[in-house]
């Protein structure tokens, strides 16, 4: 009998629903002492709050939360992790007020409580007799032991089953950050070298002049390109992307014009180029200084004359494409050098634009890492980490020779190797711990922002506590560039409190109004 019985227990392990397995566990419970009324309580944050109720009236407990303060049985069975027998009547230790509005009252009570594998308790669960006569419950040691055992195998599946439902939670609020990231290209940024870059982007997304964009590599020059089509009045029309020096000399010229049925051995049938595929949107050459100079001169005539001549073909055709190039050498000294035409190089940079390399921009170092961060979280379906400070000022100690590329690398190592919830020295590769004397003394941007105090002559309205507490920790989230630790931090509470609120509240971590562009 007692193997079936721990066996049944052992299946609830299978349910991960946490909704049907407290159904389930508590009324199993129930038979065993047959009786029909009980409960199931975990602690949250903002009290002792019943998830499962069963018997006459049971809504009326369900969904019931007891602040921690109150003294109650539930209180007691968390606290000391023992198991508890009352009569209500008359118990001082059993809050009276949860039964005010019941017809039928509790008789006796037995509360166990629910455990961790690590002994922790979480939670208790309550068996009730409301006979007021003759009490149906089983009160002999052995058999209570016995209970007990029981209930600590569902108690392990049920934490577990609330667990997955809330990592469940989480990916959704994740794959719903990274739906957001995928539209806005991740390209943000709060410093104001950053800032000023967003506002020509901006600017110049209305006109259709050539852009050319300039700036080391891994700076996020094809981010900006794609940003300043999809803000342009051609942005219903295609995006084509070639990068000059991923393709031998030989065929560049082909892959951009095109070229007829023979015009050369292999020429099978007609191809169209880039430049026609492109035709009334915008065409991004990524690496131009790498271009070699005999083909600059036809790319100069595209801008020129609005025509290409596809290869082996003595007839042109018109089109209307918007040209932004971008490049990582010094086109100046290459015009200097005669590696780079003049007239192109002037051509093309009617509308400049140059982006800072990330060791120019620090401020925006927290708030770009805690996007990839996040967006890899969501990508492999795993809870996002969230960096120390040790770590916050190793990363604006170092040098970022790979820019931003090199950061997004950084943040997919991590996401995979690092097992903890929080980013710690050790977890990063020796390149970047190397500079820890450096970063010992350097001072972490934003990392001692001023407490936030709500003082006499803010204006609160007719705002509610909720409204108050919600703009609240959106602000102190922005403040701390959607740092937890940092915010938690500022609001003088731990961080799984802080993470409890926003979870309360549905408040996802925020997106800034985006100055997008990395």
């Not at 997304?205 to 803000?231: D, F, M, W």
């Amino acid at each position: 009998m007692k193997e079936s019985l721990i066996e049944l227990f052992k299946s609830f392990s299978d349910e991960l629903d946490p909704q049907a397995l407290q159904r389930k566990f508590l009324r199993a419970l129930l038979r065993l002492q047959n009786v029909d009324r009980g409960s199931v309580w975990i602690r949250e944050e903002e009290g002792f709050c019943c998830l499962e109720a069963e018997g006459i009236e049971s809504e009326k407990v369900k969904g019931r939360c007891l602040p921690l303060a109150t003294k109650s049985l539930v209180r007691l069975v968390i606290e000391t992790g023992k198991m508890v027998l009352s009569r209500p009547d008359g118990d001082s230790r059993h809050f009276q007020p949860i039964e005010a509005d019941l017809s039928i009252k509790s008789s006796l009570i037995l509360a166990f409580p629910l455990l961790l594998k690590g002994g922790r308790v979480y939670g208790a669960v309550e068996v009730i007799d409301t006979n007021p006569e003759h009490s149906k419950l089983n009160l002999e040691k052995e058999y209570l032991d016995f209970l007990q055992e029981l209930v600590n195998i569902g108690s392990v599946a049920l934490s577990n089953a609330l667990e997955y439902e809330r990592q469940v939670e989480v990916s959704r609020l994740l794959q719903s950050e990274l739906a957001a990231l995928k539209e806005d290209g991740l390209v943000v940024g709060q410093s104001v070298a950053f800032q000023q870059v967003i506002e020509k982007v901006d600017s110049y997304a209305a006109t259709n002049y050539p852009v050319l964009i300039t700036g080391e590599s891994g700076t996020g020059k094809e981010l900006v390109a794609t940003r300043l089509h999809r803000l342009s009045p051609r942005r219903d029309q295609p995006l084509v992307v070639q990068n000059c020096s991923a393709i031998p000399e030989t065929l560049l010229e082909s892959e951009l014009f095109g070229y007829k049925k023979g015009a050369f051995s292999g020429a099978v049938k007609d191809k169209m180029g880039l430049f026609e595929a492109a035709d009334g949107g915008t065409l991004f050459l990524d690496e131009i200084g790498d271009m070699p100079i005999e083909l600059q001169a036809k790319v100069l005539r595209v801008i020129q004359n609005n025509e290409i001549k596809p290869l082996g073909s003595t007839k042109t055709k018109q089109v209307d494409v918007r040209l932004v190039a971008a490049t990582n050498r010094d086109l100046e000294r290459k015009v200097a050098e005669k590696t780079f035409r003049r007239d192109l190089f002037y051509r093309l940079s009617v509308l400049p634009i140059a982006l800072p390399p990330l060791r120019n921009r620090p401020e925006d170092i927290p708030l770009l890492f805690n996007l990839f961060l996040l967006r890899e979280a969501a990508q492999n379906g795993v809870l996002p980490k969230q960096p120390d400070r040790e770590v916050l000022a190793l990363l604006f100690a170092y040098p970022w020779p790979g820019n931003i590329r090199e950061l997004e690398n950084l943040a997919k190592y991590l996401t995979v190797v690092c097992r903890q919830e929080e980013i710690g020295r050790l977890d990063l590769p020796p390149a970047y711990r190397a500079l820890a004397p450096a970063a010992q003394t350097e001072e972490v941007p934003q990392a001692q922002a001023t407490p936030v105090h709500l003082a006499g002559g803010v204006d609160f309205g007719p705002r509610t506590w909720e409204e108050v507490e919600r703009e609240y920790l959106a602000y102190l989230l922005e403040q701390h560039s959607m740092n937890l630790t940092w915010a938690a931090e500022a609001a003088q509470v731990n961080r799984s409190t802080f993470v409890s609120r926003l979870r309360r509240l549905n408040i996802s971590l925020p997106r800034r109004r985006r100055s997008p562009a990395r």
